[in-house]
């Protein structure tokens, strides 16, 4: 079988299968729907201009989902900014 290895610069998003494989990783660990009703539950958050009231929610999410608050972060910066 072939092995792919991540390349130095591959956090950049120029590598397709990469960009690829986040994607299909984000939506298997945080499914837009689920994610998307426990988002509503929240109330309202600001992802851009952040405050320890979203900071405590992305940590909640993350718990729930186990992922890192990182990735919550992107995941969720994608479903309503991507």
Do not use: W
Not at 67 to 82: C, D, H, K, N, P
């Amino acid at each position: 079988g072939m092995m792919l290895f991540r390349e130095e610069h591959a956090g950049n998003g120029g590598d397709a299968k990469e960009v690829e494989a986040n994607k299909f990783a984000a939506e298997l660990l945080m499914p837009e729907a689920e994610l998307r009703e426990d988002t509503s539950k929240e109330g309202s958050f600001d992802l851009i201009n952040r405050t320890s009231a979203t900071d405590e929610i992305i940590a909640r999410l993350a718990e729930k989902y186990e992922v890192s608050e990182q990735a919550m972060t992107i995941r969720l910066t994608t479903l309503y900014f991507g």
